[in-house]
């Protein structure tokens, strides 16, 4: 036997909440699309420094 209430949640766990997440997901890109077309690219005003900082080892990147 099955009940209509479960019937129910499984159809909309199913179908809708994948639909709307992905309607979701291509909504965002959409906006960061459109912010990078009306915004452009943010450049430094004052220039790359010229230096770099090691932030991870070479076996902290290795290992992740």
Do not use: C, D
């Amino acid at each position: 036997m099955v009940q209509q209430q479960g019937e129910a949640w499984r159809n909309i766990h199913n179908v809708t909440v994948p639909k709307i997440g992905a309607y979701m997901i291509l909504g965002m890109i959409g906006l960061l699309a459109l912010f990078f077309a009306i915004r452009g690219r943010m450049r430094i005003s004052a220039g790359p420094a010229g230096i770099t900082i090691t932030r991870f080892t070479f076996l902290e990147r290795a290992g992740h």
